[in-house]
């Protein structure tokens, strides 16, 4: 395997693990600077430059973008995505991840456990905001802190409305969210490779700091995940489209409460802690896929004009309920269940003997006009463009 890593610190004890282990394995590996490429859209096929030249053939990119440089670097490995070369993070997950309000409403799309969180803008909601996740103390955060840098607890309301405020002066975006007092300054960090957790780690925050991360000072110790936990970090990256990827969690009192999914985790502490080569199941992960780049299946489904992906969901009331897949008659209106989504489970590829319950989530590739015509008060034909009226705009 010719493996690229992509990464602005070479030095860095991650990407010197991940070059390493990828040698000892015996595949070609090149640290590649991301900011060294340029994009080439000029020809008849995707393609990329760099440092001036022609890139040459990789079979798979492992992408280690810094926050800084998240937009141009999401953008190479989109190029290469496009160019079918594998890459474990898609350039989608990693700008996902990378927003934390963004993948707050990704994740509480799929019933992922997480801090009662809210985003306000106007000084009037600040404090209804503050109210609706359980009141003071609570935790304000920027949307794109990392490292534990933006994250303030703040123990009064008025202490809370105050720091909103400043931030927002400066044109800063924040989340309030509840402040899990039973975890007491610790939190968990599983890192997630493939479908598995390979490795994690207990952190806990040193003195009277709350955050835990090992760049405040916080400790590190080897954790055995319950089943319970696991899940939720193999979930939560998934829905991300990371198949890198360190989940953060807190320890609640019914469960685990996801805060971060982090694209690029650090490898130094859970290495450490673990004593457990992390490096070498990223590389070993990446070496099995190599074959089977990932695509945005939206993009390569929606070329046929009148085709497309959507999601239809069985209401509990629905004479599809009690029905088989088979007979339903999706088949018959030239639709394909591409997966079916039942709570926290997922269905791949279900055959045709499936019962349908109420609430069923089904993932589909097929005509877009048949799939409209099964959702409840739609129109059924294709609307006409009307004329522009004689006075397009009404005077007041």
Not at 234 to 261: F, H, K, N, Y
Not at 262 to 271: H, V
Not at 282 to 308: C, K, M, W
Not at 360 to 383: A, H, Q
Request: proline letters at 5%; charged letters at 25%.
């Amino acid at each position: 395997m010719k493996l690229a890593i992509l990464s602005r610190a070479p030095q860095a004890y991650s990407t010197q693990r991940l070059r390493a282990a990828a040698q000892q394995r015996g595949h070609e590996v090149k640290v590649l600077d991301t900011l060294r490429f340029a994009i080439d859209l000029s020809g008849p096929e995707p393609d990329l430059q760099y440092r001036g030249r022609r890139l040459s053939d990789y079979d798979a990119v492992l992408p280690r973008i810094g926050n800084s440089v998240t937009y141009f670097g999401t953008a190479v490995v989109r190029q290469f995505e496009q160019m079918d070369v594998y890459t474990p993070n898609t350039a989608n997950g990693i700008t996902n991840s990378r927003d934390k309000l963004r993948a707050n409403q990704i994740l509480s799309r799929h019933n992922i456990g997480m801090p009662a969180t809210a985003f306000v803008r106007n000084r009037a909601d600040v404090r209804p905001a503050i109210e609706r996740v359980g009141g003071a103390p609570v935790v304000i955060k920027l949307l794109e802190g990392t490292q534990g840098i933006g994250v303030i607890l703040a123990p009064e309301v008025k202490v809370a409305e105050a720091i909103i405020e400043t931030l927002h002066s400066t044109k800063q975006n924040v989340l309030i969210q509840r402040f899990i007092k039973e975890s007491r300054g610790r939190d968990i960090r599983a890192l997630v490779v493939g479908d598995r957790v390979v490795a994690a780690m207990r952190r806990s925050a040193s003195g009277d700091e709350f955050r835990s991360n090992v760049h405040r000072g916080g400790t590190v110790e080897a954790v055995e995940l319950t089943p319970e936990y696991e899940q939720a970090a193999v979930r939560s990256a998934q829905i991300m489209g990371l198949r890198v990827a360190g989940v953060d969690m807190l320890e609640g009192d019914d469960g685990p409460l996801v805060m971060e999914v982090n694209s690029s985790p650090g490898l130094e502490g859970i290495e450490t802690a673990t004593k457990l080569d992390v490096a070498g199941a990223i590389i070993d992960h990446i070496a099995n896929q190599v074959a089977f780049p990932e695509i945005d299946v939206r993009q390569r489904l929606t070329v046929s004009t009148g085709y497309g992906v959507a999601e239809l969901m069985v209401h509990g009331g629905a004479d599809l309920v009690g029905t088989t897949l088979g007979e339903s008659g999706l088949w018959e209106r030239d639709i394909t269940v591409l997966t079916l989504h039942r709570g926290t489970t997922v269905i791949p590829n279900p055959r045709k003997g499936v019962v349908l319950e109420g609430e069923d989530r089904l993932l589909c590739f097929g005509k877009l006009e048949e799939m409209r015509s099964m959702i409840p008060e739609r129109r059924r034909r294709r609307s006409k463009v009307r004329k522009l009226p004689k006075q397009p705009i009404p005077e007041e």
